[in-house]
C-alpha cells in the first residue's frame, strides 16, 4: 500500500507541474500579443501623413458660404444609332443633364394620383 500512496503522490505532483506549465505558457501568450499589437501599432501610427499645418487648413471662399441652388433639371436623350455607345461617346462625358425650360414645381392636380380623392 505504501506504493500507491507515492504513486499518487507523483502523479498530483505532476498535474500540478503541468498546471503550472501551462499557466506560464498562457502569460507567455498574452505577454507576445500585446507586444505585437503594439508594435503593430506604432508602426501604422508612423505611416500616417502628418497633420495639416495652418496655413493648409480650408478657407471660407471670398464671396462667403456657397449656398443651396435648386432647379429642375431634364436629363440628355440617348442618341438613337446602330453602333454601341461608350461612355466617352456621349457628350465628353458631362453631367448627363441640362437645366430645365420650365423652373416651376410640378404640383399634384386637384383629385388626381396622388392627391386628395373626390367623396
Request: glycine share 16%.
Amino acid at each position: 500500500m505504501h506504493a500507491s500512496r507515492t504513486e499518487s503522490a507523483d502523479l498530483a505532483a505532476s498535474r500540478g507541474t503541468i498546471g503550472i506549465g501551462l499557466i506560464v505558457v498562457a502569460v507567455l501568450v498574452v505577454g507576445l500579443l500585446i507586444g505585437l499589437f503594439t508594435v503593430g501599432s506604432r508602426r501604422v501610427g508612423r505611416g500616417d501623413s502628418p497633420r495639416p499645418r495652418p496655413d493648409e487648413q480650408p478657407r471660407m471662399p471670398e464671396g462667403g458660404p456657397v449656398r443651396e441652388t435648386r432647379e429642375r433639371r431634364e436629363p440628355d436623350e440617348m442618341p438613337r444609332s446602330d453602333d454601341r455607345l461608350l461612355p466617352h461617346d456621349l457628350h465628353g462625358g458631362s453631367s448627363g443633364s441640362r437645366t430645365g425650360a420650365s423652373q416651376d414645381r410640378p404640383r399634384w392636380e386637384e383629385g388626381g394620383s396622388g392627391g386628395p380623392g373626390r367623396h
